[in-house]
């Protein structure tokens, strides 16, 4: 069903003007993704005609833009990429790890996002394999799933980076599997340490560099002696690291992810009004607890679009990263030690519960099956109905 209010409405609104106020200050990526949105489901993407197989009732189902910044378009993603890592689960309990940047090296990232984002992956995924792999703490070879967000709930600029970490390792000799305790993975201080150490490093490499590049009120940390004083209260401050207990079984980590591996800044769900001159929508304040986190804001229209163009990722750039036993090319060989180890079997490779690529809802009217009957291109409207046919509906899945 169709939200009341979306992202798309306010971007077809008010993105022309947007952009002519903008004009010069707006990448190319950021342009595409204002066009992709405004286009998405409309006749600017093509579509086709359906009919009912039974009662004969129409239905026009206009293309998608699958853009992944699309707020629509990430539910069916979501899916496809959660049916192939359905396979990876082990039955062990797994973690939920957050590392997330300080204001100071956010606001860095700001005009560095693709350089940043990329060391905020690398860094967070050795600290957790160094302390993983550490006799001392866990002494074992462990997989990640690493997620980037860029956003708040207010959609302001927080990089931070979600993992999913299962509750154990391949021993260095890939002899066993070594269990972490029931609700403990690693010890969060260690980690931020680590991170923090590894991070700073990198970071004054790449200024040294020349790679990193300021503007505006920024300009000034182009030259090394400011930069090193911009970072010099990080240094000495705790670097959030923060580890939720463990998910009850399997199914609460794929919930999970669907949650979280293709949100976008904000979903049209939690929309409440869009007057042309101001956009008002739910947040949560972390700073507040119990019915006091949910909140509401109202934004003028030009800045929740500045806000929403904030998360915009630089093209290519991947989002979703998989480290350790996880790793792209040593992932199928690590899991079949791994369940190995564990004792249990591999999942077969003929069960699926994924929908068919041409899934269609059924007929509104009286649940028939519907059959496409025309295709039509971009920018085409699709004919009208044969003289004497069944009255006609029509309708954006």
């Given amino acids: 069903m169709r939200a009341s209010i979306e992202v ?29 949105i405004e286009h998405c489901r ?17 239905r026009i189902a206009y293309n998608s833009c699958r ?18 890592r359905e396979a990876d689960l082990l039955p062990v309990g797994y973690f939920h790890v957050v590392f997330t940047l300080p204001a100071e090296v956010a606001d860095v990232a700001f005009h560095n996002k693709a350089l940043i984002y990329d060391l905020l992956f690398k860094a967070t995924s050795e600290t957790m394999l160094t302390i993983a792999a550490d006799p ?40 066993r599997w070594i269990s972490s305790r029931p609700a403990f993975l690693l010890p969060v201080r260690v980690l931020g340490k680590l991170f923090r150490r590894l991070f700073l490093t990198r970071l004054v490499a790449l200024h040294d560099a020349g790679r990193l ?24 401050k705790r670097w959030v690291v923060y580890a939720k207990p463990p998910f009850a ?72 990263r998989h480290y350790g036993l996880l790793a792209g090319g040593s992932r199928k060989g690590s899991l079949a030690r791994a369940r190995e180890l564990l004792n249990v079997a591999a999942p077969s490779e003929n069960d699926t519960t994924d929908e068919p690529d041409n899934f269609r809802p059924p007929c509104p009217c009286c649940g028939g099956r519907m059959i496409v009957i025309e295709v039509f291109e971009r920018w085409r409207q ?16």
């Fill in 8 to 36: 798309a409405d306010i971007f077809r609104s008010a993105g022309s003007g947007y952009r002519l106020a903008h004009a010069g200050h707006l990448s190319l990526q950021q342009l595409r993704v204002m066009s992709a």
């Fill in 67 to 84: 853009n992944r910044h699309c707020p629509k378009c990430q539910g069916a993603a979501a899916r496809t990429w959660l049916a192939e």
């Fill in 382 to 397: 699709p004919r009208g109905p044969p003289h004497g046919s069944p009255s006609t509906g029509s309708s954006t899945p």
């Fill in 249 to 320: 079984g399997p199914e609460a980590v794929l919930a999970y992810l669907s949650r979280y591996t293709h949100r976008v800044a904000i979903s049209n769900r939690r929309l409440i009004r869009f007057d042309e001159a101001e956009v008002t929508f739910r947040y949560k304040d972390y700073r507040r607890d119990g019915a006091d986190r949910q909140q509401i804001m109202t934004l003028a229209t030009d800045e929740f679009i500045r806000r929403f163009l904030l998360h915009i990722l630089p093209r290519g750039f991947h989002r979703i």
């Fill in 42 to 58: 409309t006749a600017a993407l093509g579509g086709h005609v359906e009919a009912c197989e039974d009662c004969g009732q129409r």
């Fill in 213 to 236: 590049a300021f503007f505006g009120s920024a300009a000034h940390l182009a030259d090394r002696r400011a930069f090193l004083r911009h970072l010099k209260p990080v240094r000495s």
């Fill in 136 to 175: 001392k703490h866990l002494g074992a070879r462990i997989g990640i799933t690493a997620v980037l967000h860029t956003w708040g709930s207010a959609m302001t600029h927080h990089p931070h980076v979600h993992m999913i970490v299962p509750g154990g390792g391949i021993a260095p000799d890939g002899s």
